[in-house]
């Protein structure tokens, strides 16, 4: 049986979709497909490169990042078919590097025949060039023992949280302990 709602412990890895039209083709008689043009030849701009889609693809990450501790264990990655805008370049590596999304991953290798945006400096973006690379990436997410946590903590707190968590035997303890103490 399927349940609509599902538990947070239960769900591996989310994907939130941003798929749009990125390349335009014509039909003509008798069985000709004609390519008239990508999305920089035609007026509106795919989803990665508007800036409220991706804006709402980081509202819905951070809302599932503070709906409860469960949820952060969740890796979050926003699927495109496009590329990003230079001026997202920093936001996205930032975020992934922040931990509220592990990723923005586009499945189109050839957007369009100019420049594009690949893959940014931390890979907060990629384009990703083959099946092997996405489940590779995927696995990886997977199989990591993940842990996001967020706070705005003074330096005298953080060094405390610190100092009482290296006390612990393992590292592991160690992450658990500080985990702990900043959610609490």
Same mark, same amino acid.
């Given at each position: 049986?399927?349940n609509?709602?599902q538990?947070?412990?239960?769900?591996?890895i989310?994907?939130?979709?941003k798929?749009?039209?990125?390349?335009?083709?014509?039909?003509?008689?008798?069985?000709?497909?004609?390519?008239?043009?990508?999305y920089?030849?035609?007026?509106?701009?795919?989803?990665?490169l508007?800036s409220d889609s991706?804006l709402?693809?980081?509202?819905?990450?951070?809302?599932i990042?503070?709906?409860?501790?469960a949820?952060?264990?969740i890796p979050?990655?926003?699927l495109? *078919?496009s590329?990003? =805008? %230079? +001026?997202y370049?920093? &936001? !996205?590596?930032?975020l992934?590097?922040?931990?509220? /999304?592990?990723g923005?991953w586009s499945? *189109?290798p050839?957007? =369009? %025949? +100019?420049?594009f945006? &690949? !893959?940014?400096?931390?890979?907060?973006?990629?384009? /990703?060039q083959s099946?092997?690379?996405?489940l590779?990436?995927?696995?990886?997410l997977?199989?990591?023992d993940?842990?996001?946590f967020?706070?705005?903590?003074?330096?005298?707190?953080l060094g405390?949280?610190?100092?009482?968590?290296?006390?612990?035997?393992?590292?592991?303890a160690?992450?658990?302990?500080?985990l702990?103490?900043?959610?609490?």
């Amino acid at each position: 049986m399927s349940n609509i709602n599902q538990q947070a412990e239960n769900i591996k890895i989310l994907f939130e979709i941003k798929m749009s039209v990125v390349s335009n083709y014509k039909f003509s008689q008798p069985n000709k497909i004609e390519f008239v043009g990508d999305y920089k030849q035609h007026k509106g701009n795919p989803s990665l490169l508007r800036s409220d889609s991706m804006l709402k693809a980081i509202g819905k990450s951070i809302n599932i990042r503070v709906s409860g501790f469960a949820s952060t264990k969740i890796p979050i990655i926003v699927l495109g *078919n496009s590329p990003i =805008t %230079n +001026s997202y370049q920093k &936001k !996205v590596d930032f975020l992934k590097i922040l931990g509220v /999304i592990q990723g923005f991953w586009s499945l *189109n290798p050839q957007p =369009t %025949n +100019s420049d594009f945006v &690949k !893959v940014t400096l931390k890979q907060g973006f990629q384009t /990703i060039q083959s099946a092997d690379k996405i489940l590779q990436l995927c696995k990886g997410l997977v199989e990591t023992d993940l842990n996001y946590f967020s706070s705005m903590t003074s330096k005298a707190k953080l060094g405390e949280f610190i100092r009482i968590a290296s006390q612990e035997s393992t590292d592991i303890a160690k992450a658990e302990k500080f985990l702990i103490l900043i959610r609490n």
